[in-house]
Every structure is written in structure tokens, then in C-alpha cells.
């Protein structure tokens, strides 16, 4: 996910090197919490779990062996291509700390996202409606 421009500045002048480090060095490419590797193609089902090609097994989302699937929820299954991001586990862009930055694919880091998307997304709307509270006047539902 790109870095939003407001804050860029919060980010070390050299943020893609360390990104990078985290991503290929420490975690040799692999997600740190599902273990999916860097730019492959998986079949992955809604639950998390993924197919290993290398090692012919699936794999649940949280990195361990899992159970094969049963006929009908191969039916569910998706091709998602895995792309590794650097991630702040404390969301603060400024904390560059090793212990703070995890190397995870878009569907950890995402689920770690979640509930601090839920409180922007709420800032957000509120910021709107007093904007709109202010120029436009109040808002009436239509």
C-alpha cells in the first residue's frame, strides 16, 4: 500500500531500505504471521488457509499445517497473487524500531489494519458532516 502523502515526512529519508531489509532479510520473503511467500500466485480459501505448491500441503492462516478442504469448499477457492508489506505494529509511521515493523502479506496486514481502518473511517465521516455542517448547513437525510 502506497504511503499517504501527509505522511510521508513521518517516514525515514531511507524507509525503503529498511522496508526492504525487513521484507527480504529478516523475513526471507515470507510473511512473518501466514508464512505465504512474496509474489507467488496461491489458492487461498475465505477462512485463510493456502495451498503450498513447494511443500504440496495447505497451510491455515496462521502458518501451520492445516486440514485439506472438503470437495464443496473448493469451490470458494481464489488465485491471489501475495505481495509483502512492511508493516508498523503500533501503526505509528514514526516508530521505525525493528521490533515495531513486521513483514506481512495484504490479508494479515490487513486483519492487524482492521480496527484502526474502523476508527479512521469513523474520523473521516465526522469531518465531512462538519464540513458539510458548515458550508452547506445541517444534513438532512433524504
Not at 515470507?30 to 505448491?53: I, M, S, T
Not at 481464489?78 to 502479506?105: E, F, G, R, Y
Not at 486483519?111 to 458532516?129: E, K, S, W, Y
Request: proline share 7%.
Amino acid at each position: 500500500m502506497p504511503i499517504r502523502s501527509e505522511l510521508l515526512s513521518l517516514y525515514p529519508p531511507d524507509w525503503r531500505d529498511v522496508s526492504l531489509r525487513v521484507r527480504f532479510v529478516r523475513a526471507q520473503g515470507r510473511c512473518e504471521r501466514c508464512r505465504r511467500p512474496h509474489g507467488w500466485v496461491v489458492y487461498q480459501l475465505p477462512d485463510g488457509r493456502w495451498f503450498d505448491a513447494a511443500a504440496q500441503r495447505w497451510i491455515s492462516g496462521d502458518g501451520e499445517p492445516a486440514a485439506s478442504p472438503a470437495a464443496w469448499e473448493l469451490l470458494r477457492v481464489k488465485l491471489v497473487q501475495v505481495q509483502l508489506s512492511t508493516a508498523h505494529i503500533d501503526h505509528d509511521p514514526a516508530n521505525n524500531d525493528d521490533s515495531n515493523l513486521a513483514a506481512w502479506c495484504q490479508r494479515c496486514h490487513l486483519i492487524h489494519d482492521a480496527p484502526h481502518h474502523l476508527v479512521q473511517r469513523r474520523i473521516t465521516f465526522l469531518m465531512r458532516r462538519a464540513i458539510g455542517d458548515l458550508f452547506s448547513g445541517p444534513y438532512y437525510r433524504r
